[in-house]
């Protein structure tokens, strides 16, 4: 029998831009509360990041996390995953720096370099809210993502092993499998691990399932029993390639970070409403969902009472 199936929600990203959504949750307050209700929805895993709360630009400050990880520690049980992504063009000790300081149950690691193509957007917007949108999404255009094995080590070490800290690991490609399986050969990285294979991104692997078929049989051959695997897409290919994980027997991601559409042409208006849509179609399978405490079982986590928020 498959396992219950562990819903990742994201829910805000540092990719789209206060333009794009007029539901992207923005202020501390509005992430808190997006948390909450995508926990309630039945996410037992929230990727978090953080943006400045008066123009919406990325924010790796720890005083602003610390605005809203303890209100939504407090009311739900979901395991909070802070990321170490954070905005394009910070450096690795930014985005460390809010984990760092929390240090949570997961934190997300990004396994490889890449092109992180945004500046596509730019062409479907001409009215923007604040100066700082476009820029940043036309700066891709020439932008590589910097995840080198010297920083990714460092996030291992400093935040794995000195906190306890678990990862996310997010696979853009084929080559970050292998980058993965090099610290597990290592021993940097030790089972079980839960891994992210991503699609649809420019720059990184295409959304097609003959894609997330072949990673997904390339991440069995290296790791065999030893991971857990989940599945997010950008845009359109959200649902889809959620729902087709989850046949697979893997695990899923939805939120506002990697599509803002609930519906061809339909902004979401909550998190919440894209995790309820992908738990029915789950649910619709014969599949159960994972609560918060199965989920920090399979992932070996460390617990909530073990953070620093």
Known sequence: MSKPVIITCAATGGIHTPTMSPHLPITPEEIAEAAIGAAEAGASIIHLH?????????????????????????????????????????????RLAAALHASPEMASLNMGSLNFGLFPLVEKYSDWKYDWE???LEMTRDFIFPNTFKTIEYALRNLGDEHGTRFEFECYDLGHLYNLAHFVDRGLIKPPFFVQLIFGILGGA???????THMHSTAQKLFGDSFEW????????????GTTAAALGGN??????????????????????????????????????????QTRERLALKGSANVNF
């Open 50 to 94: 953080a943006r400045r709360p008066e123009n919406g630009r990325p924010d790796y400050r720890p005083e602003t996390f610390m605005q809203f990880l303890p209100v939504i520690k407090e009311r739900c049980n979901a395991v909070i995953n802070v990321s170490t992504g954070g905005g394009l063009g910070m450096s690795i000790d930014e």
């Open 134 to 136: 476009k820029e940043f």
């Open 206 to 212: 295409g959304a097609d399932i003959d894609n997330l």
């Open 230 to 241: 989940s599945v997010l897409a950008a845009g359109r290919h959200q649902m889809p390639f």
């Open 252 to 293: 899923l991601r939805v939120g506002l970070e990697d599509s803002l559409y609930i519906g061809k042409g339909e902004l979401a208006t909550s998190n919440a409403q894209q995790v309820t849509k992908i738990r029915n179609i789950i649910e619709s399978l014969g599949f159960d969902v994972a609560t918060p405490d």
